[in-house]
Each structure stands twice: as C-alpha cells, then as structure tokens.
C-alpha cells in the first residue's frame, strides 16, 4: 500500500526519498536516509527498526545489495516485507517479499531505485524511475516530487492515497528536507505546497545551527490599517 522512490543526487551528494501511500504516518514508518551514506526504506507491514539498522550497515561500508541482504536474512518475517536502499556511490537494491498479498514490484535505475506495494499495476515503480532519469537538469527534489507524481498517473495504489513524505540528507547531520502530509485528499499536491514554502527559507535554517551569530533579525510584520 505504498510506492516510493530512492535517490542519489550525482552532482551533489544528496540522497532523498518521495513516498506516498494510503494510510498514515508515512513519514514516520517507511523512508530514512543519513547524510553521506545513503537511503533505505521499509514498505508493507514496515518493520521501522529496518531503517536505522540499514544506515547503520552502509555506514559500516556494506553496499547497496549486501545491505539489503543481510535485512532480510535478520528479518523475522521477511516474507511481509519489501525493503529498499541505495549507497554513497549510487548502488541500489531491493526485495519484495512473496508473501505481500497484492501486486508489488520494484525498478532500479541510475542512481535511483522505486519499490511498490498494493499497487495498481507493476509498472508503477518504473514508470517513477523513468520519470527520474528523465528529468536532466531538474533541481533534485522537484525530481523527487514528480516521480510521485509519475507513479500516481501510472496507476498508484489500488486505494486514494492520504499521506505522502519527502526526505532529503546533504552534508549536515540532519535531515535538509524532513516534510510529511497526513490524512489528505491530495497528499503529493499539499506536499509540494509545503517544499514550495520551505526552500525560500532553507538556507535561512542552516546558518541558525552553523553560524546563529549571522542571523539577520527578521522585520516584523507591518501593523494592518484599520
């Protein structure tokens, strides 16, 4: 009941997430990515302790499909799961387990990887890859933005999505991009409402943790005339 989409931004660095699905919280149970050691997610009956225990095997220096691998091989029922996760040089892999009663699937591309569950038909994670690899010269997280939209016109799931997320890591220790929309009609549309508020300001956050002496004091609002 979710699809996704992970990246690696190949001029940047950046590893990012753009997830949707039919029921809530996506954002909390499904995508994680640290910064300069790549993404995992964790869809069907997600397994949340999967995330941090897969960052922390790419951080050890496992690749993509080892990664991946040794999930499974812990997971006490990899059957229900279907796991995803790409490595700091662009290497991706994923499983689906044969237990998921519904069509899923899973397309991996250059630097990117899309996983499905419960979903309309298994082109949908490829039709996300394809809309990514195709968007040459699009800012990174628009690219993101669009493969939900791509995955959505391609069929998306077999239920009206409700929550939707995108997760974004650069160089810092956070996340440089952490929105999540619950319980909408249109999740996709009201989440790139929230990144089209969020990046005039984005610059602005960091300097408050780096360097907060460099904040400049904001104006405050102009009195409205009675």
């Known amino acids: 009941?979710?699809?996704?989409?992970?990246a690696r931004d190949e001029k940047t660095g950046m590893f990012g997430i753009g997830i949707a699905t039919s029921s809530i919280a996506v954002g909390n149970r499904c995508?994680?990515?640290?910064?300069?050691?790549?993404?995992?997610?964790?869809q069907h009956r997600s397994d949340i302790r999967l995330g941090p225990k897969?960052?922390?095997?790419?951080?050890?220096g496992l690749s993509a499909e080892e990664t991946v691998r040794r999930l499974i091989d812990e997971s006490e029922f990899p059957d229900q799961r279907q796991v995803a996760a790409i490595d700091r040089n662009g290497g991706t892999a994923f499983?689906?387990?044969?237990?998921i009663p519904s069509i899923n699937s899973g397309?991996?591309?250059v630097n990117c990887v899309s996983t499905g569950n419960v979903i309309a038909n298994p082109d949908v994670p490829k039709a996300m890859v394809e809309f990514f690899e195709g968007a040459a010269g699009v800012p990174f997280v628009e690219k993101l933005l669009?493969?939900?939209d791509a995955g959505l016109a391609a069929g998306g799931e077999t239920q009206p999505i409700m929550s939707a997320a995108l997760l974004v890591v650069d160089e810092?220790?956070?996340?440089?991009?952490?929105?999540?929309?619950?319980?909408?009609?249109?999740?996709?549309?009201?989440?790139?409402?929230?990144?089209?508020?969020?990046?005039?300001?984005?610059?602005?956050?960091?300097?408050?943790?780096?360097r907060p002496n460099d904040v400049?004091?904001?104006?405050?609002p102009e009195p409205v005339q009675a």
């Open 1 to 6: 009941m979710t699809f996704s989409l992970i």
């Open 31 to 42: 995508p994680w990515a640290r910064a300069r050691v790549g993404a995992v997610t964790s």
């Open 54 to 60: 897969g960052l922390d095997f790419l951080s050890a």
């Open 95 to 99: 499983y689906t387990g044969p237990k």
């Open 107 to 109: 397309y991996q591309g």
């Open 146 to 148: 669009g493969a939900i």
């Open 172 to 210: 810092q220790d956070w996340p440089l991009v952490d929105l999540r929309v619950d319980l909408e009609p249109e999740p996709q549309a009201k989440l790139r409402q929230l990144w089209e508020a969020y990046e005039p300001q984005l610059e602005h956050f960091i300097v408050q943790v780096l």
């Open 216 to 220: 400049k004091p904001r104006k405050a």
